[in-house]
């Protein structure tokens, strides 16, 4: 019998052959070889808390390394993360004052203005990026504006416009609308064109859960609602089809970039986008995602950078483009560290 059967017994089963798969698992240059995805640094966004008046910036207890920062240290800050390889931030500001409507959100002198023109000044090459919101400007910490007890949708959505056009003015490149109402990506799209900011990008918070995992985040940004809580207009975790409409609705509605938060609980979220849509698809690792993970690595339980790359990694694998993270400047050190 000819073939490479020859050495078994006539009448016995063939022995079963292995797939070899750890053939390319053997070495650290092997593995590295065959390696289907990389987080690249230039894939990271930094998220950016600014907060009101002087001094030094303040540490977020909920977050350790995390910082909110005084304008007058964005310029520094920004030289410091381009020569880092950071080449993205996204900022959130924390409001000089607080009313019902959330103006601080719109003014054009406001604080995220400002920190936009001064990281534009320091590092022209920095893709600047905004959250365009209400909650850390309201009094009552909704993402809208509220009436006899609930968030109206359509004149949220035109405040929304407004804050984005106030972001676009001072030269963001891309704004972020991240409340939740129905119709806020054709808003504030239509507002930015009127406006004459046909070139300013938007990335949709498309599908982004009410979780428990914002905690830490709404202790920076003082944004916690005084009453209730957000899942009358965020989404619901049990549900992925509605994802995909809210992803689909917002590209049609003109969004550049759709994103899925938080990232470690959406990854089928991430994969069936990936499948579905050609627009950079982008997820954010919140900030309670990163609590857990400097929790966990302070108790001595996991190590940390592994940790941060594995959690990136499946990120990455499962179809983001762009990954927010509070780790981008220590993934930049390590990277560095590795070198
Ligand atoms: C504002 C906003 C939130 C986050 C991003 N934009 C908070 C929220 O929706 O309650 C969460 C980010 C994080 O937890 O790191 N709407
Ligand atoms: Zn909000």
């Known amino acids: ?22 053939r390319l698992r053997r070495t650290a240059a092997l593995r590295d070889w065959v390696a289907e ?70 003014a054009p002198d406001g604080l995220v203005p400002e920190a936009v023109r001064a990281l534009r000044r320091a590092a022209p ?4 990026t905004t959250d365009v919101c209400l909650c850390a400007y309201t009094t009552h910490g909704h993402c809208g504006v509220v009436r006899h007890g609930g968030v109206v949708n359509d004149a949220s959505c035109e405040r929304l416009g407004r804050v984005a056009v106030a972001h676009a003015n001072a030269g963001a490149d891309v704004v ?16 930015l064109d009127a406006a004459g900011h046909e070139e300013t990008a938007l990335l949709a918070y498309s599908a982004k859960h009410a979780s428990s995992l914002y905690g830490p985040f709404r202790d920076a940004e003082q944004s916690a609602p005084a009453f209730g809580d957000r899942r009358g207009y965020q ?31 959406s990854l089928d979220l991430l994969a069936r986008a990936r499948e579905r849509f050609a627009l950079p698809l982008a997820a954010y690792q919140v900030s309670g995602e990163y609590a857990m993970l400097k929790a966990a ?8 950078r592994a940790a941060v790359a594995e959690t990136l990694g499946a990120i990455r694998r499962a179809g983001a483009d ?8 220590d993934v930049a050190r390590w990277s560095r560290e590795g070198r």
């Open 235 to 265: 989404m619901d975790f049990r549900n992925a089809r509605e994802a995909m409409r809210a992803m689909e609705r917002d590209a049609a509605e003109g969004a550049d970039l759709l994103m899925v938060k938080p990232a470690i609980t």
């Open 1 to 22: 019998m000819p073939g490479a059967r020859r050495s078994v017994p006539r009448g016995a089963d063939p022995a079963p052959r292995p797939v070899r798969l750890r």
């Open 125 to 128: 090459g920095l893709v600047v």
């Open 37 to 106: 995805t990389e987080v690249e640094l230039r894939r990271l966004v930094y998220p950016l808390f600014v907060r009101p008046g002087g001094g030094r910036a303040e540490p977020v207890p909920s977050m350790p390394g995390v910082r909110r920062y005084p304008v007058s240290d964005l310029g520094p800050l920004a030289r410091q993360l381009e020569e880092e390889g950071v080449r993205a931030v996204l900022l959130f500001g924390v409001a000089r004052r607080k009313d019902p409507e959330g103006s601080d959100a719109w």
């Open 322 to 329: 762009l990954i927010v993270t509070y780790y981008a400047r």
């Open 297 to 304: 690595a302070a108790g001595g339980v996991v190590e940390e």
């Open 176 to 191: 972020a609308p991240s409340a939740m109402m129905d119709g806020q990506v054709a808003e504030v799209r239509a507002a």
